[in-house]
């Protein structure tokens, strides 16, 4: 999220629900996990107790991958390679190596300083096999290769074959999260950098940003009242990929809102299932699920927001004021829409891992009635006052400590003189929220979502009228 996803309306006049899900996790996937969630609230799909840290999520595949194969086995690190600073590295290398024989079981055992593989060959003892384990960080990623060798244990079995070939090999990766960040050099916060990308579609009510289809990279999905579109920013223009007119998803709200409420979500199911992405529009009569080239595979029962492990829909009886929850389709996981509180035309929940590996939920939810940001985590509360229609949750910086990406409660053009902007927030361990940066954004902001970070600070992505702007 694992990339990020929106809901969102027009400021005052086009008020809107844009909920967003980075799983740091991984690739912005949800994921089955005993880590520890605390007192948080529970995530709008009932997912907070089933997240997991990347560095667990990846162990135990590159195990999963291993575990019928070398049984009981002595399990060695490499030193780890990386493409940014990483001063605690030989930590994280051995941190991932206890992990791995951890999901292997209790006969396996970890060694913890970073060998060469024939070092480690000619060190194991007893064990009839060994595995050993490279991690490197990449564009964002932190990924193991874990590979299985019979174990040699005479100077005579080394010397016949001196570079055995291994039996099983395993590979996994995930996003860099709070707790591999701990091992690496910060990020500062800063925007130091905005690209704007021009934009055909000027009426765009939501955006979502992640790796979507197979071809890696950061894909943006945007929906306007006339078409969903997937691309990239390239030479100063979105390129799409794919575009899907909604006339052709589905027929006319019989009662659509004066104005309407989108939202795009972007789901990667646990496991190794595809992507697909939610859409929805009040203008339509229902929402549609897509697959990854924008083929329609299904109906969504109102507008989609992210969750930490999946989506939820929204429907509206003749206004924000009056929405109600639901899972998206019958097959999707039960939902516990008990947590968010109404009315709300706007807000965001997200997934993130603390330096220690356990797994936080956060919630934000805008009332229309006073424009109060509402933000909940870790069992605190804050407010935020005069919070605009457009807001996302993702920890930008990866250090455990989530930002409130939010807009002002002003129009375009207000005669007051104020412009709409960017504000950029980070929840504080006491449940305070500390402002980082603010980015004045004069033709006001349509919709805002976070990418997963793809090395370094992950970037905000805004629409505004004909404009993408890519925050980094």
Same mark, same amino acid.
């Given at each position: 999220?694992? $990339?990020?996803?929106?809901?969102?309306? @027009? !400021?005052?006049?086009?008020?809107?629900?844009?909920?967003?899900?980075?799983?740091?996790?991984?690739?912005?996937?949800?994921?089955?996990?005993?880590? &520890? /969630?605390?007192?948080?609230?529970?995530? #709008?799909?009932?997912?907070?107790?089933? %997240?997991?840290?990347?560095?667990?999520?990846?162990?135990?595949?590159?195990?999963?991958?291993? $575990?019928?194969?070398?049984?009981?086995?002595?399990?060695?690190?490499?030193?780890?390679?990386?493409?940014?600073?990483?001063?605690?590295?030989?930590?994280?290398?051995? @941190?991932? =190596?206890? %992990?791995?024989? $951890?999901?292997?079981?209790?006969?396996?055992?970890?060694? #913890?300083?970073?060998?060469?593989?024939?070092?480690?060959?000619?060190?194991?003892?007893?064990?009839?096999?060994?595995?050993?384990?490279?991690?490197?960080?990449?564009?964002?990623? *932190?990924?193991?290769?874990?590979?299985?060798?019979?174990?040699?244990?005479?100077?005579?079995?080394?010397?016949?074959?001196?570079?055995?070939?291994?039996?099983?090999?395993?590979?996994?990766?995930?996003? +860099?999260?709070?707790?591999?960040?701990?091992?690496?050099?910060?990020?500062?916060?800063?925007?130091?950098?905005?690209?704007?990308?021009?934009?055909?579609?000027?009426?765009?009510?939501?955006?979502?940003?992640?790796?979507?289809?197979?071809?890696?990279?950061?894909?943006?999905?945007? *929906?306007?009242?006339?078409?969903?579109?997937?691309?990239?920013?390239?030479?100063?223009?979105?390129?799409?990929?794919?575009?899907?007119?909604?006339?052709?998803?589905?027929?006319?709200?019989?009662?659509?809102?004066?104005?309407?409420?989108?939202?795009?979500?972007?789901?990667?199911?646990?496991?190794?299932?595809?992507?697909?992405?939610?859409?929805?529009?009040?203008?339509?009569?229902?929402?549609?699920?897509?697959?990854?080239?924008?083929?329609?595979?299904?109906?969504?029962?109102?507008?989609?927001?992210?969750?930490?492990?999946?989506?939820?829909?929204?429907?509206?009886?003749?206004?924000? *004021?009056?929405?109600?929850?639901? @899972?998206?389709?019958?097959?999707? /996981?039960?939902?516990? /829409?008990?947590? +968010?509180?109404?009315?709300?035309?706007? =807000?965001?929940?997200?997934?993130?891992?603390?330096?220690?590996?356990?797994?936080?939920?956060?919630?934000?939810?805008?009332?229309?009635?006073?424009?109060? %940001? !509402?933000?909940?985590?870790?069992?605190?509360?804050?407010?935020?006052?005069?919070? $605009?229609?457009?807001?996302?949750?993702? &920890?930008? &910086?990866?250090?455990?400590?989530?930002?409130?990406?939010?807009?002002?409660?002003?129009?375009?053009?207000?005669?007051?003189?104020?412009?709409?902007?960017?504000?950029?927030?980070?929840?504080?361990?006491?449940?305070?929220?500390?402002?980082?940066?603010?980015?004045?954004?004069?033709?006001?902001?349509?919709?805002?979502?976070?990418?997963?970070?793809?090395?370094?600070?992950?970037?905000?992505?805004?629409?505004?009228? =004909?404009?993408?702007?890519?925050?980094?």
């Amino acid at each position: 999220m694992r $990339g990020a996803r929106s809901v969102s309306q @027009k !400021k005052r006049a086009n008020p809107s629900i844009a909920f967003l899900a980075l799983v740091l996790l991984a690739s912005a996937v949800a994921q089955p996990s005993g880590a &520890d /969630p605390g007192p948080a609230p529970r995530a #709008p799909a009932n997912a907070a107790a089933a %997240l997991r840290s990347t560095m667990t999520l990846i162990a135990g595949r590159v195990a999963a991958d291993l $575990g019928s194969t070398a049984k009981d086995p002595a399990v060695f690190v490499a030193q780890l390679r990386s493409d940014e600073p990483a001063p605690r590295g030989a930590e994280l290398a051995s @941190k991932l =190596g206890a %992990l791995v024989a $951890g999901a292997l079981g209790t006969g396996a055992s970890a060694r #913890p300083e970073p060998v060469a593989l024939a070092t480690a060959q000619a060190m194991t003892r007893g064990a009839k096999w060994l595995v050993y384990v490279q991690a490197e960080v990449a564009r964002g990623q *932190l990924q193991i290769n874990a590979d299985a060798y019979r174990a040699t244990h005479s100077v005579w079995e080394r010397a016949r074959q001196p570079t055995p070939a291994p039996v099983a090999h395993g590979f996994a990766s995930g996003r +860099i999260d709070g707790e591999v960040r701990a091992y690496l050099g910060p990020v500062p916060l800063v925007a130091n950098r905005v690209d704007r990308i021009g934009l055909d579609e000027r009426d765009v009510v939501a955006i979502a940003c992640g790796d979507v289809g197979d071809g890696g990279g950061l894909e943006v999905v945007t *929906l306007s009242r006339r078409r969903v579109t997937i691309g990239r920013a390239r030479g100063g223009r979105f390129v799409p990929r794919e575009s899907a007119a909604l006339r052709e998803l589905s027929g006319i709200a019989p009662a659509p809102l004066r104005e309407p409420v989108g939202g795009v979500a972007i789901v990667t199911p646990p496991g190794r299932r595809a992507a697909y992405i939610d859409v929805g529009i009040t203008d339509r009569a229902r929402g549609s699920r897509l697959d990854v080239d924008l083929h329609p595979v299904g109906s969504v029962a109102g507008v989609p927001f992210a969750t930490p492990n999946g989506d939820a829909c929204t429907t509206f009886q003749g206004s924000t *004021l009056d929405a109600g929850v639901t @899972k998206c389709a019958d097959a999707d /996981p039960p939902l516990d /829409p008990s947590d +968010i509180d109404t009315p709300l035309d706007t =807000g965001a929940a997200a997934s993130y891992v603390t330096a220690d590996g356990a797994v936080r939920t956060i919630l934000a939810t805008r009332d229309p009635r006073t424009a109060e %940001l !509402k933000v909940r985590a870790d069992g605190k509360t804050a407010s935020l006052p005069g919070a $605009g229609a457009q807001v996302a949750v993702a &920890d930008l &910086d990866q250090d455990g400590a989530p930002e409130v990406i939010s807009t002002l409660d002003v129009l375009p053009q207000s005669p007051s003189g104020q412009s709409d902007a960017l504000v950029i927030s980070t929840w504080q361990p006491d449940g305070s929220l500390r402002e980082r940066t603010r980015m004045p954004v004069p033709s006001g902001i349509r919709a805002v979502a976070a990418c997963p970070p793809e090395g370094g600070q992950a970037a905000v992505v805004l629409a505004t009228q =004909g404009e993408l702007w890519i925050v980094r």
